[in-house]
């Protein structure tokens, strides 16, 4: 398979990215007790937590995948919510293999080996998810840091929520960009036109119904860091994870641990120390990791086998 030939390489990232979240663990726990940590865990309000479950499954795998789906109909591919859920589901648990975001490479590939979707543009249409939600994070940090009035630098935010939104909504942005490209070498032009595909084709009617699709994802998370806070007795301002969250969003794009594991529970551990022990910190970040993102992961090892079986030569069964 092309695109998997570097799978050494992507399991000794894997491998170096898990070691940094246990390291990351391992100072925590040097600081906050671990004993303590299990028993707010197990202490938690049981029903909260099963709502955030059902809010992050809900959201996470079948909001997430009417979104691509709506994408991928815009774009003239109309697939089936199955397949969308087959496929966003089934790549879910290659992102513990495939760090630096990689995975999102095989549903490229998918489209293009099973739908004849060009790979460019299929990965344009992934790119257009991806940056929707960055918009929304964006426009979230910035109404939080309005409302919190807490001493946050905002020109960077502000310059690059501005910078999202006219490259998502501007087509004579995109075509200086494009002009540029073609000055520079065809095969990039070419390649910048492709990836460009799904930004250009589909109306800005449609992109902003798409943004309110964006604002329910993005908001589930929010959400359910609240519900969770309250869960293991932390009271916490709703408008401060307005600021805090998208932060710990932001930084956990890096590709520094495995799923954000480690970072994740430091950042909320340090971001919001006034409001709680450390142990009842750490057991919230713990959670939100579980409930968020390992959940998640879970789910999709239902659906890998029988979307990697898309992979196999034809005429060939899995043992």
Same mark, same amino acid.
């Given at each position: ?30 600081? =906050? ?8 865990? $197990? +202490? #938690?309000? &049981?029903?909260? /937590? !099963? %709502? ?106 502000? =310059? ?8 998502? $909504? +501007? #087509?004579? &942005?995109?075509? /200086? !960009? %494009? ?106 970040? =713990? ?33």
């Amino acid at each position: 398979m092309p695109k998997m030939k570097n799978l050494n390489l992507n399991l000794t990232r894997a491998i170096i990215a898990t070691a940094i979240s246990l390291l990351i663990f391992f100072l925590l726990f040097l600081q =906050i007790d671990a004993d303590q940590v299990l028993r707010v865990i $197990f +202490s #938690s309000d &049981l029903q909260l /937590i !099963l %709502l955030t479950v059902f809010i992050s499954l809900a959201v996470n795998i079948f909001w997430g995948a009417l979104k691509w789906k709506r994408i991928l109909f815009a774009l003239g591919y109309p697939l089936s919510f199955k397949e969308v859920l087959s496929i966003r589901s089934g790549c879910l648990p290659l992102k513990i293999v495939f760090p630096l975001k990689t995975s999102e490479l095989i549903k490229a590939y998918y489209l293009e080996k099973q739908r004849n979707l060009p790979f460019m543009r299929g990965l344009s249409s992934i790119l257009l998810d991806k940056m929707l939600n960055l918009l929304v994070t964006l426009g979230i940090f910035l109404i939080g840091v309005s409302v919190v009035q807490i001493n946050l630098p905002r020109f960077l935010p502000i =310059i690059a929520l501005l910078v999202t939104a006219v490259f998502l $909504f +501007s #087509s004579p &942005l995109r075509g /200086i !960009l %494009l002009k540029l490209s073609q000055k520079i070498n065809l095969k990039f032009y070419q390649f910048t036109v492709q990836l460009f595909s799904s930004f250009q084709e589909i109306s800005v009617k449609e992109k902003i119904i798409l943004t309110c699709y964006s604002i329910v994802y993005q908001l589930s998370e929010f959400m359910n860091t609240y519900i969770l806070f309250k869960a293991v007795g932390i009271s916490v301002p709703f408008s401060l994870l307005l600021v805090f969250v998208p932060l710990v969003m932001i930084i956990n794009n890096f590709p520094i641990t495995v799923l954000g594991l480690g970072t994740r529970e430091a950042l909320m551990v340090f971001l919001f120390a006034r409001y709680g022990p450390g142990s009842f910190l750490l057991s919230a970040g =713990i959670l939100v990791s579980l409930v968020e993102h390992i959940l998640p992961v879970v789910f999709g090892l239902f659906f890998i086998k029988s979307f990697l079986d898309y992979f196999l030569p034809k005429g060939n069964t899995s043992s």
